[in-house]
């Protein structure tokens, strides 16, 4: 059984930084796309940001200019660099990894507030 394994959530102050990170062990993670997505209390999940796997990146408009999705195929890792974070971005994370099969992770919560 896969699990992806997610780390970095936590309390920031609104306009603060953290960065997610998630290890895929166990998987052909080259060939997988990769992406984050988060669920706030009472929302739907939704997609935040993607890496395919050839680098390419997408980003709800919500986000753009202010989140960052990387990969590292070495590490088997995924990385959501988070910047000038708002309240609206509270939520919990979670780490997809999508090829011949899907793998979720465990969430990671984010929580901005001052």
């Known amino acids: 059984q896969v699990q992806l394994v997610e780390s970095g959530g936590g309390l920031v102050q609104p306009g603060g930084s953290l960065r997610l990170s998630c290890t895929a062990p166990g998987i052909m993670f080259t060939y997988y796309n990769m992406a984050w997505y988060r669920q706030a209390p009472g929302n739907q999940r939704e997609l935040v940001a993607s890496i395919n796997r050839y680098g390419t990146t997408n980003y709800t408009d919500a986000v753009k200019g202010r989140f960052s999705i990387s990969r590292d195929n070495a590490r088997n890792t995924v990385y959501l660099l988070m910047n000038s974070l708002k309240p609206e971005d509270t939520a919990v994370y979670y780490c997809?990894?999508?090829?011949?099969?899907?793998?979720w992770g465990q969430g990671t919560q984010v929580t901005v507030s001052a």
């Open positions: 997809y990894a999508g090829h011949r099969y899907t793998y």
